[in-house]
């Protein structure tokens, strides 16, 4: 497959209280054109942070991001190129919806912002609406609908301008169990109806496996192991990977138990150090690299190997 999304060395750090954040700490990763990319990792991981950044709404410190081989922080930050190709569902759709337009309304902004569909906005509305599945909404406001509906206009919305690449930033974890598979299936359809890309962040591992292609797994701002999802379901290479997959069937709480607490190291070694149930004096010394062990398959440890860590 080739490639939509390049990101090349890219970091992302904060000040705050005096101290450096790193919220992107000098990630490489590809986005291949059509796939499901689930990025996974705790709260405070840098997930969200990254998507941002891949969809212009934050600035990176150092790096590239690469789109269709051009470099993202090359544009201006509203240049509507960018907009109409990289599209973003966020994980709250009430406030990513205007509560005093009406659903029509909320639609064909970005149609008229962007001169599409001229004199013909309504029609594209109402395609746009029968595409989510909700046909009858068209003068409804925000607050009228339910959870679930609500996310259905923000799909809708973020459909508009026909995007290639489309991020999906927590999108159902502020919906019931039962809104969520609906949604999940509804996301899963036009990825496959529209052909997108998806750069799909969640810390569900339940969903993720469920819709990914493949599965990046994040921590204190760095991947940590990158597969696709039927191989890192059934093998787990990093210590922290594992405990993410111990998590989701309460099979192991010794390794739950370390997932619990932030504590990245303070020595420029593994991040994971002081938490890692196989780390060596290694570890502490030297950051380890993002390596591939099989085909497709990358570890960012010292001692994982193709049987296992």
């Known amino acids: 497959m080739s490639i939509l999304i390049q990101i090349k ?11 450096l954040i790193k919220a992107v700490d000098d990630i490489d990763l590809n986005i291949f ?7 996974v990792g705790e709260s405070g991981s840098g997930k969200s942070t990254l998507g941002k950044m891949i ?9 590239e991001i690469l789109y269709d081989q051009k ?9 509507l190129f960018l907009r109409k190709e990289i599209q973003i569902i966020f994980q709250d759709p009430f406030s990513s919806l205007n509560p005093k337009m009406r659903i029509s309304e ?11 569909f001229k004199n013909e906005e309504q029609k594209k509305v109402e395609d746009l609406l029968k595409m989510v599945s909700l046909p009858n909404v068209f003068n409804h406001y925000p607050h009228e609908l339910s959870g679930g509906q609500k996310q259905r206009v ?3 919305k973020a459909l508009s301008l026909n995007p290639k690449f489309l991020i999906c930033d927590e999108p159902i974890s502020s919906l019931d169990i039962s809104t969520q598979a609906q949604i999940m299936a509804l996301l899963k359809e036009l990825q496959t109806r529209l052909k997108l890309t998806y750069l799909f962040i969640s810390h569900d591992l339940k969903m ?3 819709i990914a292609d493949r599965i990046a797994i994040m921590y204190l701002g760095q991947i940590v192991e990158i597969a696709p999802k039927h191989i890192l379901s059934k093998k787990q290479l990093h210590p922290y990977t594992k405990i993410l997959f111990a998590s989701i069937f ?3 709480e010794k390794m739950q138990e370390l997932a619990l607490e932030e504590k990245p190291c303070e020595k420029p070694g593994c991040v994971f150090y002081s938490k890692c149930p196989i780390a060596k004096e290694l570890c502490i010394k030297k950051e380890p690299k993002l390596r591939e062990i099989k085909e497709g398959h990358l570890v960012k440890c010292h001692f994982a190997t193709s049987s296992g860590s």
């Open 9 to 19: 060395n890219l970091k992302k750090h904060f000040q705050k209280n005096g101290l």
């Open 33 to 39: 054109k059509g796939e499901i990319l689930a990025l």
């Open 55 to 63: 969809a212009r709404l934050i600035e990176s410190t150092f790096g």
């Open 71 to 79: 470099d993202v922080f090359s544009y201006k930050k509203n240049d």
């Open 106 to 116: 909320i639609l064909q902004e970005p149609l008229k912002i962007h001169k599409l």
């Open 154 to 156: 923000a799909i809708a």
């Open 208 to 210: 993720v496996k469920y």
């Open 250 to 252: 309460k099979i192991n």
